[in-house]
């Protein structure tokens, strides 16, 4: 199934900026959808963003025009600008890999972001 390593997360004022970052080993990953989903404490895993083969990209509706993916397959990664940070952010966030999306096919062990009012 690969591993999945996110790294970035930490603690940030609100209106600040924080990146995320993924790096995958032992899958294919060009032809990969990578994706992020958090979870808060007490709340069920929700959906952040999706990047597609092609680069295309959607996003929750929360963090729409705050947040932005990217890939670089040379370097087997993916990154999450997550700007505008707001305390409804905070969460554990967790980087996924699919061949076919939804089917996450393997996550990695999360990495908590911290926004304080």
């Known amino acids: 199934q690969g591993q999945l390593v996110e790294s970035g997360g930490g603690l940030v004022h609100s209106g600040g900026s924080l990146k995320l970052s993924c790096v995958v080993s032992?899958?294919?990953?060009?032809?990969?959808?990578m994706g992020w989903f958090r979870q808060a404490p007490g709340k069920e895993r929700e959906f952040v963003a999706r990047?597609?083969?092609?680069?295309?990209?959607d996003y929750a509706d929360s963090v729409k025009g705050r947040f932005t993916l990217s890939r670089d397959n040379a370097r087997k990664m993916v990154h999450l600008q997550m700007d505008s940070l707001k305390p409804e952010d905070t969460a554990v966030y967790f980087c996924a890999a699919a061949v076919v999306w939804p089917n996450i096919r393997a996550w990695g062990q999360g990495t908590q972001v911290t926004v304080s009012s």
């Open positions: 032992g899958r294919t990953f060009s032809s990969d959808s």
């Open positions: 990047i597609w083969p092609s680069g295309a990209t």
